[in-house]
């Protein structure tokens, strides 16, 4: 049987264990909560395929049930939430448990914090991108006024439990998601890029992905570790290929959030290279692994599309975008640009992909 | 020219400095957001009266005005106000000023504390209420699904500016709530309880309040970095008369917060002594500083009102009531009850107003 290991988060306001493994919600998930009252948010396609589990595991206690998609992680859908914990009763030392994929542990994880200024929360990701990304390090967040997770808190899950036993029910399309941030991953921690790289023929193998699931959790436990709240420059790393990502995913919506990742890596690492900071040989050694997994369309509205990053949380002035590139193995550099610039530049790359 | 002192509150993510006494607003308010961007919220009667100091101090910001009244704290302004926020285009360096009382002290720390996960928050209280307690230790909040302050955060204002220059503009009404939090904060504090009851036929005096505002910011600065979060007990005798206060607040609402955490004082007063916690020489005491300030009612409904409580946040069960009661001079106790015992006590207390 398979090793369960644990990670941990270690911040001025909590500690968070990370169980990540097979078996590790069968060991864990249960006696987590004895005792406690709980509150399971999930989304409707986790719903119909482990009602029964988690009727097992923790009884009947209340389930909120979200629309399966990233359009419900809105506003309206935060307020029902809250609202239905106040409906159950919830008190200061119940638990609330995020069942799901990214959407779900964003919202939950904002409910919970603000729910009587914040209740334990287990984050239970099901989704190959949640496990090895966001359902660690407590950044939690809505989507509001067409800004992507403009409304949102840093809350850390006091456990998490990451079991490949989800991954089985996963559509190709949720595994190349995942992909999407773990070779964003691989950008930023040259060992997890070399098994990338030697592994490069079976990404989606799911005994691969196992083992580099733990990778990548570990490497993102240390970097919140360090730098929770991102003053220290360490966490905004994890947002390479995001800038570009985002507003694309905000412009032309249909793909997933990594599928997104992966786009906006590679337009910025045309970029990167544009502008000296990386070689082309390097972003070769990148490329290669983002066209294994998705195909990079040329966006004939890429300029347009940027210029949605305007809003991007990370810019700290309007008319000037800020995002993090690829330099060398392992490496990264912050490379700040003025809109316009940027905007051109993101065309150019558009145009050399129709080329 | 009176001096301007300052506290600090220290806690493990954020320290915050206030500026107390006459003079804090002219000699700080600019100069601590010189080159920010900043956002202010404030309400229709505060900007009635203090538009032009807004405009003197700080220019031509966006102000967002929220309608005066608690009935405002609510999830719908909220979302007003972080969509003004959008619109303003306020980055994460973007600083929200919070001018008002309590509500919009409270909402605007909450807004300020969501938006991009937390922007910088400046408070600068006009009530005498919001002086000496609400706008120093990060607790935001709205009601929600009527519940006082169900959903919130705790977020550190960076700075607080309370200067009694807006005191002058305050009805009557408004000293008589914050007197509310001033003798509760006496019950803690010996010292204070001492200037209180040598002043007794003075407290409504602005020369006496100069004082006692700073004596108070001290004490609760004092216990918020001590247990910012309420984890040692501490932070919660702040919480003094506020479990029947915000019973009687949710069912009788014509009062204010601070008339009903009076009121609630002297109906847990009541069971304090009956329970043998506190003798009736020091009740006396504290309920002749209470007459001072209002005639408690003898609230005939008061048992179906404190039903309500079962709602209550710092209740750790359902059916059972806790609450924070004087023990002797400047000492508590912490009292757990019985919902239906709690309310038949309210009851004998009511009965015992009309005799």
Redesign the interface.
């Known amino acids: 049987m398979a090793e369960i290991k644990t990670v941990t988060v270690n911040t ?2 909590v500690k968070s264990d990370i169980y990540c493994g097979e078996g590790a919600f069968n060991k864990y998930a249960a006696d987590l909560v004895s005792g406690k009252d709980i509150f399971v948010v999930t989304d409707s396609n986790v719903y119909s395929l482990y009602s029964n589990l988690i009727k097992d595991t923790f009884g009947t206690p209340p389930v909120y049930i979200v629309p399966a998609g990233e359009k419900s992680k809105n ?1 309206r859908q935060l ?1 029902n939430i ?2 239905a914990m ?2 159950a ?1 919830l ?3 119940s638990v609330v448990i995020a069942l799901g994929g990214g959407v779900i542990g964003d919202m939950a994880g904002l409910a919970a ?6 209740v334990q929360i287990i984050q239970i990701p099901t989704t190959l991108l949640s496990q090895v990304d966001s359902s660690v390090g407590g ?3 809505i989507d ?2 067409g ?1 992507k997770n ?5 809350y850390q899950p006091r456990y998490v439990i990451a079991d490949p036993l989800f991954l089985n029910t996963l559509p190709a399309r949720e595994i190349r998601c995942g992909l999407g941030e773990i070779i964003k991953t691989g950008c930023l921690n040259g060992d997890i890029f070399d098994k990338l790289t030697a592994n490069a023929n079976n990404l989606k193998d799911v005994t691969f992905l196992k083992e580099i699931i733990y990778d990548c959790i570990c490497h993102k436990a240390y970097v919140v570790t360090e730098d929770e ?1 991102e003053t220290t420059g360490l966490r905004k790393t994890l947002n390479l290929g995001h800038t570009a990502g985002h507003a694309f995913e905000l412009y032309y919506k249909k793909k997933s959030h990594g599928e997104f990742v992966l786009i906006g890596m590679y337009y910025e690492l045309y970029i990167a290279v544009k502008s000296g900071i990386c070689t082309q040989q390097y972003a070769d050694s990148i490329i290669k692994l983002i066209k294994k997994v998705i195909t990079v369309p040329a966006y004939g509205d890429g300029q347009k599309a940027c210029m949605l990053s305007k ?1 991007d ?1 990370k ?4 008319a000037e975008v800020s995002m993090v590139v690829p330099r060398e193995h392992g490496k990264t550099a912050e490379l700040k640009l003025p809109l316009d610039e940027y905007a051109a530049l993101i065309n150019e790359c558009a145009n050399s992909l129709k080329g």
């Open positions: 001025p306001t506003e307020l809250l609202k106040v409906a009763g008190r200061r030392n914090s603000l729910y009587m200024r914040g950044k939690t967040a509001f006024c800004v403009i409304v949102g808190t840093f709240r809003y949380k810019n700290e002035r309007a």
